[in-house]
């Protein structure tokens, strides 16, 4: 039984690392303490609650995580510290011990934090650090924490999936958000329902493999976005990002006609070069990531395509890398997101002997940037003059104001033109020159 008169009047402050998913679920854990009563401590002010929601994608994510407790600790001292995600399921114990923390929750138990804290409460934890943890292993993780969330922000992000089935050799979040698993399309289509009657427009669906959707209920992902396509009000839907085997031609041929589907794709292909790929375990090709680019732009040709690339991965000789270099370079992407690879205890890629050292990484993710920007820079410039219809976004009096087209184009409108009422509006404009730091295209109403 939960006291709620223990959440009563308390205050919480929240900080999160790592990918949307976790910002989208750090914003579910603060709905979570808000109706229990508790409200968000003001900047300054000093929280009873302090929620840390961790990731572990490389080594640098896992000392920030580290600083960012030890800092949350001593900006609130005598607050009752819980700390979640991926590092946290990781390294439950060992963040457990840091001074101050008082609960550690695992991915299978986030999603009761209300009940952890109260009964963590009720044995007397509001004194002293409590040092708990509560994490299971990676195979039982069975909970999904449902999740939809709009923050600060005009989108929402709905989670449509967690874990991964896969185990790429370099990477760790199967081991800390477990197995693949996601709740029913019509509970996903009653949550976007109710993102549009809060006046939402956009959705962004996230997972960690999205594609892999329908494991659990025995649904298909194409049929989940069939049935979001209908949400009335929705206008928008973009799709965070989709494994190359899992985006299927059928849900090409579906988004290119749909009614709220965005041309709009985020792939990641980790490496141009199919013998890195092998050592990575990743279960295609180029040649079938080449097709699916082909596809994508036959059918939507002004599609915005982003595509991850990891570079420095063990076994990526000088060769390799050149082929992965020459590969993106000849595909019709738009924009590349580099990562440099970073070692992780526990993964299988450790046992692979060819170790690219710091230097080699940086300069191959300085040339990857550099072609990036190229291919962002020659599609925006191949927009100026046509119409476009952008959702603008919020932003600060006096500054310019921020939008997207249908095709990820960022715009922007400058301050003497920005009107609060353009907030979470759909506006047609003509796109005009780039603006002072190419970053956007100036709106011509
Ligand atoms: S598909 Fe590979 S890289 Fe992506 S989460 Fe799963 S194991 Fe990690």
Redesign the pocket.
């Known amino acids: 039984m939960i006291d709620t008169s223990a959440f009563q009047n308390k205050t919480a402050a929240y900080f999160t690392l790592g990918c949307k998913l976790n910002f989208s679920e750090t914003s579910t854990f603060g709905q979570m303490l808000q109706n229990m009563g508790v409200r968000t401590a003001r900047k300054g002010e000093h929280a009873d609650i302090c929620l840390i929601n961790t990731c572990s994608v490389t080594e640098v994510a896992d000392h920030k995580c580290r600083q960012a407790i030890h800092r949350m600790v001593r900006e609130n001292p005598h607050s009752f510290v819980v700390v979640t995600g991926c590092y946290a399921q990781l390294e439950a114990e060992t963040v457990s011990k840091i001074d101050g923390v008082d609960l550690v929750l695992g991915s299978n138990e986030k999603a009761n934090l209300i009940q952890f804290l109260s009964e963590a409460w009720s044995r007397g934890g509001e004194k002293d650090a409590l040092h708990e943890f509560h994490s299971v292993q990676t195979k039982d993780i069975r909970t999904f924490a449902p999740s939809c969330s709009r923050g600060n922000r005009t989108r929402y992000f709905l989670k449509v999936q967690d874990g991964?089935n896969?185990?790429?050799t370099?990477?760790t979040?199967?081991y800390a958000r477990g197995f693949s698993r996601n709740p029913s399309i019509a509970s996903l289509v009653a949550q976007a329902e109710q993102a549009a009657r809060e006046g939402g427009k956009e959705i962004v669906l996230t997972g960690?493999?999205i594609g892999d959707f329908g494991v659990t209920t025995g649904e298909h992902f194409i049929d989940l976005v069939r049935a979001l396509d209908q949400v009335k009000g929705i206008r928008r839907f973009r799709i965070s990002s989709l494994?190359p085997d899992l985006l299927d031609d059928a849900l090409i041929d579906y988004c290119a006609s749909s009614r709220a589907f965005m041309p709009h794709f985020h792939i990641?292909l980790?490496s141009g070069s199919d013998e890195v790929l092998r050592l990575m375990h990743?279960r295609y090709d180029r040649s079938l990531f080449a097709h699916k680019i082909a596809l994508i732009k036959e059918q939507m040709p002004d599609a915005f395509i982003g595509v991850d690339v990891m570079v420095g991965s063990r076994g990526e000789k000088p060769e390799y890398f050149e082929d992965c270099y020459n590969f993106l370079a000849g595909l019709d992407i738009t924009q590349l997101h580099v990562f440099p690879y970073s070692e992780r205890p526990g993964t299988s890629a450790l046992s692979i002997p060819y170790v690219v050292n710091d230097k080699d990484k940086k300069l191959r993710s300085k040339r990857l940037l550099a072609l990036s920007d190229e291919k962002t820079q020659a599609f925006y410039a191949k927009h100026i003059g046509r119409q476009a219809e952008v959702l603008f976004e919020k932003a600060a009096r006096g500054k310019a104001m921020h939008g997207f087209t249908k095709n990820y184009i960022r715009v922007e409108l400058p301050p003497s033109m920005a009107r609060e009422e353009y907030d979470n509006q759909l506006i047609d404009v003509t796109l005009g020159e780039f603006n002072h730091d190419r970053s956007a295209l100036k709106a011509i109403l």
Do not use: A, L, S, T
């Open positions: 991964c896969y185990f790429c370099y990477c979040i199967p960690v493999n494994e990641p980790q990743r």
